[in-house]
């Protein structure tokens, strides 16, 4: 793994100091001052669950301005900048059903008189970067929002996750970008602290490169100390059809290796010390596109002795979201030895003149679950999952709110009896959005 790791970096170093025929981004760059970008995204968010068989249920409104600063380049072969990122909030009604991941709540217990937790009333999070360029290689230092497939900020939630540590990217050679950085900070979406999931060291790396057109394919690997190895892989390959139509193929997967230390310090509920736990898990997709008319089908399946987990409780460094595969919606579908199927449709209205409305309604069924109960005991091999999702967005195309959008989520989840306690139970879910960018300079 070390090796693995060494061989990563050492390519990144290399590759910055190989000259190419196409432009290097450094040469380009504008200046300090003129290359500035400053924006707000002005958020309204609504998050409600319904949850039966007596589970409470939880829901939260709240408004957020998130602002990001950041400069251009200083001129020169070498390139210096800063930036600054973070969002101030203040929540909308009592919230007494919070606990969803939307709004911070008070972590001294303290509950109010009909036994809910409090919740805060306004929160602000944020910190800055440094940054450099050297030709078209990127290294990033501070507080960062991450889309990277084995280490992502969650972003479906009123705020970002932030990750707080060093990355570097580096796209030196045409079609190639290779990617290594390290962090130490993780703060989720409804955590005050800037390490609230104490994350003690998450080492990524990874490479993406485009064949052609068509063509493409990633790998990125993770090593979160004391708690787990991840390795990703992906290819996509695009084969255009007559009539402007093409179809898509899609192949992703995941390997993850727990620590033995996560054992005892956070899977002691899934086997002794001296257990090792694996999982596996894969899915392919194809997508046909003609006009206005998407038509997705998938399948996801998991293997190895244990699910895939991108989070349990906390100290993972994971908000939920590194699950860079298809079958992912309020549930991902990532049960032990589970497989899933999927069919999803999506209808762009701008073919009959309402440019910027599409709905997509998507129907994913799950069986073969391996369920255990709470002391980690099997109960069952054959539990099954399904949910039915369907969502509509609108986004102003031109105006003064244009790029202003409006998202409207829905999920009606159901699982068999013996998978209620094991993930997220049944639950009828409405998520409500409603951004308004604006744009400082």
Known sequence: MQNTKKL????LVQTALISTAFASEQSESKGFVEDAEG?????????????????????SAAQTAMVKIESGYTQGIVGFGVGVIGDASF???????????????HNDGAK???GHVDAYDHWARGGGIVKARISNTEVRYGTQVLDLPVLASNTARLVPEYFEGVLATSREINGLELTAGKFTKNQYSDQIKSDGNRLDRAVVWGAKYKFNDAFNASYFGTDIKDRLDRHYINANYKQALANDSALTYDFSGYYTEWDKEA???????IGSPNDSFDNSIFAFSTTYNTGPHNVMVAYQQNFGNTGYDYGLGQNVGD?????????????DFIGNDEKSVQLQYTFDFGA??????????????????????NAGTMISDDEQEREFFNQVKYTVQSGFAKDASLRLRHSYYRAS???????????NEWRVWLDIPVKFF
């Open 352 to 373: 009959v003149n309402v440019p910027g409305l599409s709905w997509t309604s998507a129907f994913v069924y799950g069986w073969d679950i391996k369920a255990t109960d």
């Open 417 to 427: 009896d013996n998978y209620q306690s094991n993930y997220i139970g049944d639950t």
């Open 8 to 11: 990563a970096l050492a390519v």
């Open 39 to 59: 924006s707000v995204l002005f958020r309204t968010g609504y998050l409600t669950r319904d949850k039966k068989n007596g589970v409470a249920d939880t829901s």
């Open 91 to 105: 929540k909308l009604g009592d919230n007494n059903h919070a606990g969803n991941g939307m709004i911070p709540l």
């Open 112 to 114: 109010d008189a009909n």
């Open 319 to 331: 908000g939920h979201q590194t699950i860079y595969l298809p079958n992912s919606y309020l549930s």
């Open 263 to 269: 054992n005892t310090k956070l899977y002691s509920q």
